[in-house]
């Protein structure tokens, strides 16, 4: 039986003191923490699983040099296409970027949009097995259909719960369900049990509050699409031709990030550059949509909803009145 971890519930530890802002993507969040980091004498910490990876820039919206040159930002290039990033190693570096930041009497700014790392950091982890590199390379190398055939039966609650369309999720939860010999949906019951002191509406009033930030619809699809054409034009495909000659389609994490996926069907020939520009567009506002329904499930944050027109500096200072 392989040896299971459990990791301290980071509301018991960092937390005070900070300021969490998340949203979906492309509705503001990295310059209105930049403009609140000015306002407040803080630094930011990136809460994207995608911008830790050095080379992902465009794709990624990663902050621009002369951005990370005015506020310092931490967690972003961190690693190499060839390494491996979770939540456990969020929480770890998050925790050492808290205490680094403070201890300059500066004031630690979470911003991002991966739900996953902002629960983690907050309520901690549960018990599962670590990840098994050499279960995880022969699991990446089956066709998906056959991963999501083997969860199905293995596990159909995990499988009707899951996002089938994150085969970095399906993986996951088929090597701990190889790895443990139970069914991943009955773990994850259990850690929610064990972390409700945590979650639960009581005890989440206990931690800091997240600010989530939001559109109106027609706001936020116009702000996506201007995004994506702005990629498009900066170099996303270059960019990316250049990432999968570095190893891009060996890092399964990775290449699960919206824009270079489609960027790389686009290169072998699948679909034309208009209709790939199109489905980025279209998979990105989808991925704004579950963004904004796993925030809602999971946490009571405190919603603010911005105003075309509205300047990063004034919805900055909003936050800063309600800190």
């Not at 491996?84 to 570096?93: E, G, K, S, T, V």
């Not at 009497?105 to 949009?113: D, E, L, Q, S, T």
């Not at 999971?298 to 936050?319: D, T, V």
Request: charged share 25%.
């Amino acid at each position: 039986m392989a040896k299971t971890r459990e990791i301290l519930p980071a509301c018991f530890i960092p937390g005070s003191g900070c300021v969490f802002i998340a949203g979906p993507t492309a509705v503001g969040k990295s310059q209105i923490a930049l403009a609140l980091a000015e306002q407040l004498g803080g630094e930011i910490i990136s809460v994207d699983s995608m911008q830790v990876y050095r080379g992902l820039d465009i794709g990624t919206a990663k902050p621009l040099p002369a951005d990370r040159a005015r506020v310092s930002h931490h967690l972003i290039d961190i690693c190499g296409l060839s390494e491996f990033f979770d939540a456990a190693q969020f929480i770890r570096l998050a925790q050492k970027a808290v205490a680094d930041i403070q201890s300059r009497a500066r004031v630690p700014i979470f911003c991002g949009g991966t739900g996953l790392y902002f629960k983690a950091f907050l309520y901690g982890l549960g018990e599962g097995p670590p990840a098994n590199p050499g279960l995880r390379a022969e699991l990446e190398a089956l066709p998906f259909e056959v991963l999501l055939r083997e969860l199905r039966q293995r596990d159909p609650a995990a499988y009707e719960k899951m996002d089938r369309q994150n085969p970095r999720r399906v993986i996951r939860a088929l090597e701990v369900i190889r790895l443990t010999g139970k069914k991943f949906s009955e773990q994850r019951a259990a850690w929610q049990v064990r972390s409700s002191r945590c979650g639960d509406r009581t005890a989440r009033r206990a931690v800091p509050t997240i600010f989530y930030l939001g559109r109106a619809s027609q706001d936020l699809h116009a702000r996506i699409d201007a995004r994506v054409d702005k990629m498009f034009s900066w170099g996303l495909v270059e960019e990316t031709r250049a990432l999968l000659e570095r190893g891009l389609e060996q890092n399964q994490t990775a290449m699960q990030a919206i824009g270079y996926r489609q960027v790389v069907d686009h290169l072998r020939g699948e679909r034309s550059l208009a209709d790939t520009i199109e489905l980025v567009k279209i998979r990105t506002r989808q991925f704004a949509k579950r963004q904004l329904t796993w925030f809602r499930r999971q946490f009571i944050p405190e919603w603010m909803e911005l105003k075309p027109g509205e300047s990063p500096e004034m919805s900055a200072q909003k936050i800063r009145k309600r800190v």
